[in-house]
């Protein structure tokens, strides 16, 4: 049986003529019937697809064998066949929106100046060697924190990738430039850019998961340091790791826990917030008194 999969990918790597990139990456993926979302810039290329298990391994076959790719890590998940309705490629100033595309310097093996790599297995190595003195610092946008984060995170609260220089800037995390900080996202490629910004602003000591929270999930599950359940930019919105994840998000109404983003279906509202299912069933008799989480950066990946 041929199943439905979902691959998360990004490759930095300097990229000279941007539309032909997004001619060809277009012409594979309807060849293949693939569909989702791919991100080209000068800096390199980052996608999230959807599609037969067969088709997507020829898609990876045949994009590594574009030279900068060669070393690209596609992430593997499950996936239907409704995740993505639609294939989507724009070309950008930057493959994360960051804000700052002058600042990030790519070359053939990637970002230069970012943190240091590390996999799943030496996270915990350095959490065990180091302890408390380490700090998990999420990269995502706050909303994503909300169903799941690393154990005593620290979780910056900023709507999009955008506010994060000033965040950073602001002093607020300054106590930790000594420390050894380990930034961590979706599929890591927020991180990429976050440790650089970092880093070029006096902390010493960064580190970003390699293969992001994707891979540090499909190795320990909920058995590892990380808590709860992974938000998506995808139709699926959440998944889970093992058969006992954690609750850790709030109805915004009632408070229960729950892991369930909805739309609100108010016409003056449509934004994304978290209802228990009794909640979303009778959300539209009552006045939107929930904090609204902004969908800007709904195709940022990773």
Known sequence: MDLDKVILFYGFTPIADTDAMKLWQKTLCESLNIKGR????????????????????????????????????????????????KLKIKVRPELVAFGN?????????????????????????????????VVFFDGRNAFEAKVGKF????????????????????GKYDH??????VTYCTGGIRCEILS???KNRGFQEVYQMKGGIVRYG?????DGLWEGSLYTF???LTIDFSDH????????????????????QKPECHQLILLCDPCYEVHTERPCNHEREVKRNRELIG
Not at 58 to 65: E, I, P
Not at 164 to 170: D, L, N, R, T
Request: charged fraction near 35%; charge should be negative.
């Open 218 to 222: 499909n190795k320990y599950g909920d």
């Open 176 to 181: 930790l430039k000594d420390k050894p900080v």
């Open 196 to 198: 650089v910004v970092m």
């Open 38 to 85: 791919i991100i080209i810039s000068p800096h390199g290329i980052n996608g999230t697809l959807g599609g037969k298990m067969k088709d997507l391994k020829r898609y990876v076959k045949t994009t590594r064998s574009y030279p900068g790719f060669k070393k690209i890590d596609f992430k593997w998940s499950d996936g239907t066949p409704l995740d993505f309705p």
């Open 245 to 264: 994840t954690k609750l850790i998000g709030s109805c915004a109404e009632c408070g229960e826990k729950t892991k369930a983003f909805r739309n609100c």
């Open 151 to 170: 154990k005593d995170a620290v979780v910056p609260q900023v709507e999009t990738s955008h506010d994060f220089v000033a965040e950073i800037e602001s």
């Open 101 to 133: 595309p002058d600042e990030i310097k790519v070359d053939e093996n990637g970002v230069v100046g970012g943190g240091v790599h590390l996999r799943p297995e030496e996270v915990n190595k350095l959490v065990e060697e180091r302890g408390n003195e």
């Open 234 to 236: 995808d139709d699926r």
